[in-house]
């Protein structure tokens, strides 16, 4: 797929924020910059970045969220406020890979559901 100026765009949003937005947060901050985009562009986009792997797309209550980071680490989803947090512990994902076998898994991808430290207090 070609690159193009909204791709781009959509593509630097996501690698700059750690919060893990919808498609539809992504079009209100890419739309400052790219008056003329749609909504439908975005998802578009979005969509097939998550097929090649340049970005995470993760279902979280029955809603996408994208990742821009693409390197191996696991999510952490707070039940209460619905926050996401990015967890970089590589011992886990070589623990559940070394546990295959007959099969070859090309990603693995962990999501932890709990309560966050505030929502604790």
């Known amino acids: 797929m070609r690159k193009t100026i909204q791709k781009a765009k959509i593509q630097e949003c996501l690698c700059s924020v750690k919060t893990h937005p919808t498609a539809e947060l992504v079009y209100k901050e890419v739309k400052k910059e790219i008056p003329q985009i749609t909504l439908a562009t975005v998802y578009r986009n979005l969509n097939q970045m998550?097929?090649?792997r340049k970005v995470l797309r993760l279902e979280i209550n029955k809603e996408y969220h994208y990742d821009g980071d693409i390197t191996n680490h696991q999510h952490c989803v707070c039940e209460k406020c619905g926050e996401i947090t990015d967890l970089f512990?590589?011992?886990i994902n070589d623990f559940a890979l070394e546990k295959i076998t007959n099969f070859k898994p090309s990603s693995v991808t962990i999501i932890f559901e709990g309560i966050c430290f505030?929502?604790?207090?």
């Open 89 to 91: 512990k590589q011992e």
């Open 118 to 121: 505030h929502c604790q207090k």
């Open 50 to 52: 998550a097929k090649e």
